[in-house]
């Protein structure tokens, strides 16, 4: 059975980094793509970005984001990454890791924010971005 957890969330001053990890044991690699979700306080859920969990190879990226943060993924290690860098307080939210076997569902999902489609999707970590 897959199972998906995010961490690696915590309070960081404006300007600094934080990386955060999917580990998703027993995802089936090269089959998957790994979505990343984000929820603010007060907002509804909107997509990040995404890599192909099978070559690493980063698919999307939410215009907010691009130039910031960074997907990629560890095959080895099952696990996938979300390098976040120059943080900004519009960034505070819980972020979320989703694996879909279809590139055109997960794209879908992270353009609407709805989670509930993904194949595979797990409890989120608080990231706090403070000014």
């Known amino acids: 059975e897959v199972q998906l957890q995010a961490s690696g969330g915590g309070l960081v001053q404006a300007g600094g980094s934080l990386r955060l990890s999917c580990a998703a044991s027993g995802l089936p690699w090269d089959d998957y793509a790994i979505g990343w979700f984000r929820q603010a306080p007060g907002k509804g859920r909107e997509g990040a970005g995404c890599v192909s969990s099978g070559d690493g190879t980063a698919i999307y990226y939410d215009d907010s984001v691009k130039g910031r943060f960074t997907v990629s993924t560890d095959k080895a290690r099952s696990t996938a990454y979300l390098q976040m860098n120059s943080l900004k307080p519009e960034d505070t939210a819980v972020y979320y890791c989703?694996?879909?076997?279809?590139?055109?569902?997960?794209?879908?999902?992270?353009?609407?924010?709805?989670?509930?489609?993904?194949?595979?999707w797990g409890k989120g970590t608080l990231v706090t971005v403070s000014s």
């Open positions: 989703t694996a879909d076997g279809s590139i055109a569902t997960i794209l879908k999902a992270l353009a609407s924010g709805t989670i509930d489609g993904m194949d595979y």
